[in-house]
């Protein structure tokens, strides 16, 4: 059974819009690290990613974990979102459908930092989505 507090519908977006949403509003947590990639996920990326599984856990060291179902309009946010914080998964969707709006991260690190640290940037993104 499903829980609806935590079931996201996307309408006027396609899976993969939201894949991309999703993925760069993530971060690399944990082992993660080891196989970030900074550069924003785009939507062929999205697609190719997509035709292999709609089930999507960690994409190049981001926590995702999502099903984004063929033929479906929803999904269940429930692990993004306990990853990644609370209603995180809302603010990427609506910043996508409004703005294409995404983050960008960049890992920063110095020999006076014990580990690396990561530091938001926001840059705007054209897909076709915005064509």
């Keep these: 059974m ?3 507090s935590t079931i996201v519908k996307y309408d006027g977006l396609t899976r993969e819009q939201v894949l991309c949403a999703l993925y760069n509003f993530s971060y690399p947590q944990g ?4 196989h970030f ?12 990613i997509l035709e292999r599984s709609s089930y999507v856990d960690y994409l190049k ?3 995702i974990k ?3 179902e063929k033929d479906s309009q929803e999904f269940d946010a429930r692990l993004y979102d ?14 996508y459908k409004k ?3 995404h983050w960008r991260f960049e890992i920063k690190s110095s020999r006076n930092m014990p580990e690396p640290s ?3 940037v926001s840059t705007t993104i054209k897909d076709e989505k915005d064509a």
Excluded at 31 to 34: E, I
Excluded at 37 to 48: F, I, M, Q, R, S
Excluded at 82 to 95: H, P, S, Y
């Design 31 to 34: 082992a993660g690290f080891l």
């Design 118 to 120: 990561i530091e938001f």
């Design 99 to 101: 703005l294409g709006f």
């Design 82 to 95: 306990n990853d990644c914080g609370q209603v995180i998964v809302l603010t990427a969707i609506e910043r």
């Design 66 to 68: 999502v099903n984004l």
């Design 61 to 63: 060291g981001r926590v």
């Design 37 to 48: 990639d900074p550069k924003p996920l785009n939507v062929d990326e999205a697609k190719n």
């Design 2 to 4: 499903k829980d609806e």
